[in-house]
């Protein structure tokens, strides 16, 4: 068995480092010169790993491998080469490399990724079963000392894990007998080895004595807060059920320390001499009724197929599916590029005139967000900011125990399992992907290019919110270390471990922490001070001391022990954290009004002397409405306590039951030594608990997610509860689920339609429409360049279902047209004049009532761009139930048409009527009108903005809108709320 292990492991260890010569044939023909028996069976399944690798090893760029420890795992090479020599060359060679290892195993200070050929080497120490000459557990009540974590009942594993034997180094040793007093020597290990759950014979397991895959715990005292590398490995192998091969070695690995951190001291681990001893071992053998609850047979029956993998070996097979490539696609959206093409038909950008291939996209691809983002508390005191992948092992519906239901899922029909654990849910919502947002990108890139005499000024300022952490960290580190104020560029967005560029590898901590978008320890860091006043928008709000979090539940109610242990971090109530005004921060914002003569190369004055406009008054929007009167939160809408609309059509109705707000190891699992007290771990149900679901209308950019996850370095699958087919859980894909919340708020809670009558007058069709806004601002709301709009057409002819008659149809492309099918002149013009009026009647087909915000920029011409906000010449967008002049901020949420500020009509807020008039001798057939309602985040007149200015940035976003595959909720790149359908009288 060791022999492919071996060879596999140097092979794969040897693939990773990018500055070896070593080719691929060359790979495959050293694996069949190594693999002794079943070199039929196995080839293919080997070449298909080494692939899957390679691909790696694009997306992580590695420092160089020093000459020594190269020269380490040549010298293992070289010892199973003479494999006719002893084994205990093997062990020596192996011994000699771990040494080295464990010698440079405290990571730098500007990263805590494990350079690939520690792990790789790590692996071989680990497969050589070198170790087995330390001391290990003894249990005389079980054959070959392999000890089950729980009890096996009726054929089922109740265990945390699968049965397990455990070495310990002698550091560790000496330790344990020390009464587990003090600290752990650093270096100290702990290899743990796993084996399938059932110890009798089986059709998975026909040896129940071979080893299924090794956890380790490396002691590392000077790298992160809990003090442990954390080691995991499976082999590759194929029983009927499963096929995997993963390696990984993380610092501050949450998902262990979600049990972890209930350990009785700040060591976090639960060994115990007893077990070296063989005296007072906690055995568990096979027993017909378990001490503690069970899960239903509903549950029972989606969980028991996971019971052979155990929890470990779920966490390899949900990472495993969540670093899988997406399936490539070939599909071309046609009329969007034959779109793009005619509008830059004389001066083309050059992506446009040639398109580019997905590999020349990947290029500027971000680094993926599972190996390189990254960012745990350190051992020398808590940054200010963490990375979400610190808290998602505890705040996931991971699964922590065999058949035992994870906290925060709810059950479906069919199986289906819902994730609506706090990190499943914001991880795809666009606050989550604000780091990666392409659309967001191009808009910055364009930004810059514009004004190149204030590009990192500009950067700086964005980053304040989509990027906050790292922009925030960065600050705070400077100004600790008594430097210069320096902005936080663009360029940080792609600062990784390892790069070539040593700027973003020494800032490798600041590019995890900025790609984290919105992330938990932003919202839940933030203070009550100032909230609501301008002195907090753009981004300016005031956090707490890095060791503490606050949220909605009560003190007394909070169980701090384990995430204090874990992190460092004690969670406290926070009133604050219902407030909108913790919301307006990032949701109000106002960037300079910078003229173009301005910044053409020499800057003029300091960015921040120039007067400001109202980018974004979301916000604002909602301070002057009844829905705060009448208390209704931004939480209210965006954050439900109901059950998704797919369980809401099956009948769950009302709110859900109460979570336990995280997966943690309590006294509900099944016992173990060293355990912290019941009253320390055991956590309360919280009634209360909000959906993290913060979704708006951007089906869009979410589409993006889904079909090209690898261009913005997202993982789609969800690694501690992945969707089948390797589930732990019959999880429904995380992002199907977030674009089933867009929809059904689009449908339900964004606006009404109403045909208030239709009738024959005079000669005329006349329909009266109104369109009622459903939220707590205005419609649409956020940057101004997304808009709504209405199709009302007269049907009838032989079908009844012909259009004779239509204002607001769209091109394929998504761009408003007449009768003819040409576009309206309104569509892309610079000119304000040009523009579709406000309307109140409308007669003719290329009349089309559009709901938006335009402005005009210094020269007078209509702009998209941020810092170009000079005046309003057109904001007919529905203002909000309640809004009123007299209100907060009504000068800056106040309507305008054609450059002026109007005071809308009492019977206009809220709702917007329109009168449709059209001839009778024009739909002589007629038979019945339809009117529908649509929404585009990215019109395609914002598109050839970003496209004009060009960049790498611009590239990635025409590849992403020429290659969506629309599906029949964007047909026509309009993304459709609401409609109506009523027949003649």
Known sequence: MHTRLFSFIIISTLLFLPFTSISQALVIEEIEKYIERDIKDVKQ????????????DKIINMAEVPKDRLKAVEDIISAIEGKAASNSLLCEAANLAFKLILADMNPPKETITVPLWQIGAMSLFFVSECYHSWEHDHDPSVKDNIRMTGPFINGQSFMTHARVRIYYSDDMVDWLKGDRKGEIANNSVMIKEMFFSDPQPSEKSPDPKEINGWAVMVRSNESTKDGWLWYLFYPPWSPTTDKRLFISAQYGLSFCLSCHSSADNDQLTFATKDNIEGKNVLSFTYIEQPPYSTPTSEQDKNMSKNQDRGTH?????????????????????????????????DNPPSFVKNMPTKSQVKKFALSSNLLTDHVVPSVEGLDEFVA????????DASYLQNLRWPNMIVAGDENNQYNLSPYGEWSVSLMGLAGRDPVFHAQLESEQILRPGYKDSISNLCLSCHAVMGKRQYDLDRKKKGEKFKNFTEKMLYAQPGSKDKELAKNAKYGGLARDGVSCTVCHHITP?????????????HVGPP???????????????PMNQALGITPKYGKQIKDSGLCGSCHTVQPPKIPLKDAQGVVKKPFNDYSHSNEQTTWMEWDNSSFKTDNVTCAGCHMLNGFPPKLQAQGKTGTLPPFEIANIETPDFPDTTHRASSKKITLQPYSEFRRHTLVGLNYFVSDMFSQFSDLMGFNKTDPLVPAPPLATVNAVDRLDLSQEEILWQARNKTAKLDIDSLKKVGGNLEAKVTVTNLGGHKFPTGVGFRRAFLQFSVLGGADGNQILWSS??????????DQ?????????TREPSELQDNYSLITKQNQVQIYENRETNDEGKLTTSFLGLFNDYKDNRILPKGWSVYGPFSEETAP??????????????????????????????????????????????FLRDRFATGGKAAERLYYLVTHLELDENVENWRFKLVSLKKDLP
């Open 547 to 561: 060791n503490e979090v606050y949220g909605p539940v009560q003190d007394q109610n909070i169980t701090t022990y």
């Open 820 to 828: 003819n099918g040409d576009w309206l002149p309104s569509e892309f």
């Open 529 to 541: 001070e100032g909230l609501g006043e301008p002195s907090t928008f753009t981004a300016k709000f």
């Open 313 to 345: 070996g779920n966490f390899a097979v949900g990472n495993i599916l969540s670093m899988a490539p997406p399936l490539g696609s070939t599909y071309v959206n046609q009329p969007v590029v034959d779109l793009f093409k005619e509008l830059f038909k």
């Open 388 to 395: 979400s992948d610190s808290c998602f092992g505890c705040h």
């Open 896 to 941: 305008y048409e054609k450059g002026k500020q109007i005071n809308p009509q009492p019977n206009e807020i809220g709702k917007n009527h329109l009168t449709y008039q059209i001839p009778l001798s024009e739909v002589p057939e007629a038979k019945s009108v339809e009117v529908g309602l649509y929404y585009q985040s990215i019109p395609p007149y």
């Open 45 to 56: 399944d080997v070449k298909k790993d080494i692939n899957d690798i390679k691909g790696v």
């Open 808 to 817: 607001g149809r769209t091109s394929p492309a998504g761009v408003l047209i």
